[in-house]
């Protein structure tokens, strides 16, 4: 039987590796380990994680598959979850930004806060 912190390791390991892609399989869709821009109802472009997609009712069952033929449900970043939405791929512009090396920054910033905290609680332990 494994033990609570293996079982901790292969849920987090999971979720890392499963966060990349759809819950269905998306012949040339979008590739989900990427940030794209997504243009939001009030007309701008904000960073945005692809979360899922489906065919779009658009799609013509007679042309090939193709990254437009998919609308996409998108996560904005720095914004709330109720405002996720399915967007279609005309409103996405494609960044070079992998979702896992924004999320490694995000962590190394983290410990390296933890460390300067700890400092200073160690600095001022002895007043």
Not at 20 to 27: K, M, R
Not at 46 to 63: N, Q, T, V
Not at 94 to 121: F, W
Request: hydrophobic share 30%; aromatic share 10%; net charge neutral.
């Amino acid at each position: 039987m494994a033990s609570k912190k293996a079982k901790a390791v292969l849920k987090t390991t999971k979720k890392h590796a499963d966060a990349n892609v759809y819950s269905q399989p998306c012949e040339n869709a979008l590739d989900p380990a990427y940030f794209v821009k997504v243009q939001m109802k009030d007309g701008n472009y904000h960073l945005a994680k692809l979360i899922d997609c489906k065919l779009s009712e658009k799609y013509d069952p007679k042309k090939p598959l193709t990254d437009y033929s998919y609308d996409y449900y998108v996560h904005y970043v720095d914004f709330d979850r109720r405002m996720d939405e399915w967007v279609p791929r005309t409103k996405i512009e494609l960044t070079r930004n992998l979702v896992l090396e924004e999320e490694l920054i995000k962590k190394k910033k983290k410990q390296e806060e933890e460390i300067i905290d700890s400092e200073i609680e160690n600095e001022h332990a002895g007043f």
